[in-house]
């Protein structure tokens, strides 16, 4: 069953038009990686899509309601769960008050996050600001889970991190796959990890969708040309 679809969208940062037609649909328990060089507008789409930034033009659809005709706050109440570019945690707030401040009822909670993410367990009376980077990511996964969403948002989440701890927290998305059946669409530069998880992928240049498809037709000659590995 579908549960996102984001159909020829545009958006723009005042003046500067950063999307101009933009689709892609994700399907319950699916995984979409969202794939482009840098600056073609994948964090751009995952903002327009959180709606915080206007669609300009086309439709966004999740769980059978139409985005733009929704208050914002209804928006986030539906179930997107962003993990932003840059995790931003309350660096001044304790692990627990990071997650526990998130929390809405549902499958996920503290114990469950702690279970996925057993370092954090072993720091929930530390402030977020002394965490590592890695166990900020952890934090930032963990904050968006306790909301219960229906759709799991991840933009870079693996970024300038240790090769151990990006293990970890590709270990963390495909459990999340494979035990819950978490929808997520995921943006990240590693080709090979993403091969692993998503079932399809979309392909971004310059704010326009250039391809779509199965992640198992994405052959060296569309990523030669588009993200240029
Ligand atoms: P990256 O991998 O570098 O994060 P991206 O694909 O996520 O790249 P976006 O951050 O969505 O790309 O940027 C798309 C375009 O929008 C770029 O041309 C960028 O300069 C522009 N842009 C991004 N943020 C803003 C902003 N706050 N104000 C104006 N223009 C912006």
């Given at each position: 069953?579908?549960?996102?679809?984001?159909?020829?969208?545009?958006?723009?940062?005042?003046?500067?038009?950063?999307?101009?037609?933009?689709?892609?649909?994700?399907?319950?328990?699916?995984?979409?990686?969202?794939?482009?060089?840098?600056?073609?507008?994948?964090?751009?789409?995952?903002?327009?899509?959180?709606?915080?930034?206007?669609?300009?033009?086309?439709?966004?659809?999740?769980?059978?309601?139409?985005?733009?005709?929704?208050?914002?706050?209804?928006?986030?109440?539906?179930?997107?769960?962003?993990?932003?570019?840059?995790?931003?945690?309350?660096?001044?707030?304790?692990?627990?008050?990071?997650?526990?401040?998130?929390?809405?009822?549902?499958?996920?909670?503290?114990?469950?996050?702690?279970?996925?993410?057993?370092?954090?367990?072993?720091?929930?009376?530390?402030?977020?600001?002394?965490?590592?980077?890695?166990?900020?990511?952890?934090?930032?996964?963990?904050?968006?889970?306790?909301?219960?969403?229906?759709?799991?948002?991840?933009?870079?989440?693996?970024?300038?991190?240790?090769?151990?701890?990006?293990?970890?927290?590709?270990?963390?998305?495909?459990?999340?796959?494979?035990?819950t059946g978490m929808a997520i669409l995921?943006?990240?530069?590693?080709?090979?990890?993403?091969?692993?998880?998503?079932?399809?992928?979309?392909?971004?240049?310059?704010?326009?969708?250039?391809?779509?498809?199965?992640?198992?037709?994405?052959?060296?000659?569309?990523?030669?040309?588009?993200?240029?590995?």
């Amino acid at each position: 069953m579908m549960l996102l679809s984001v159909e020829n969208v545009a958006a723009s940062y005042g003046a500067s038009q950063a999307l101009f037609d933009v689709s892609f649909q994700i399907d319950e328990g699916q995984v979409l990686a969202l794939m482009g060089r840098n600056g073609m507008g994948k964090t751009t789409t995952v903002k327009t899509i959180c709606r915080l930034l206007p669609v300009t033009s086309g439709k966004i659809q999740f769980a059978g309601q139409d985005l733009a005709r929704l208050p914002a706050h209804k928006a986030a109440q539906l179930g997107l769960g962003l993990v932003p570019e840059g995790r931003r945690c309350f660096t001044n707030l304790t692990v627990t008050e990071n997650l526990t401040a998130a929390a809405r009822p549902g499958h996920w909670d503290q114990g469950k996050v702690n279970a996925l993410f057993p370092r954090l367990a072993e720091r929930c009376d530390q402030s977020a600001g002394s965490l590592s980077g890695g166990e900020q990511q952890m934090l930032a996964i963990g904050r968006a889970l306790m909301t219960n969403p229906r759709l799991l948002i991840l933009d870079e989440a693996t970024e300038g991190l240790a090769p151990l701890v990006r293990q970890e927290i590709w270990a963390a998305i495909a459990s999340l796959k494979q035990e819950t059946g978490m929808a997520i669409l995921v943006i990240d530069k590693s080709l090979k990890e993403l091969r692993q998880i998503a079932d399809n992928a979309a392909i971004i240049q310059r704010g326009e969708t250039v391809w779509s498809g199965s992640i198992n037709d994405l052959n060296t000659d569309i990523t030669h040309r588009y993200i240029g590995v």
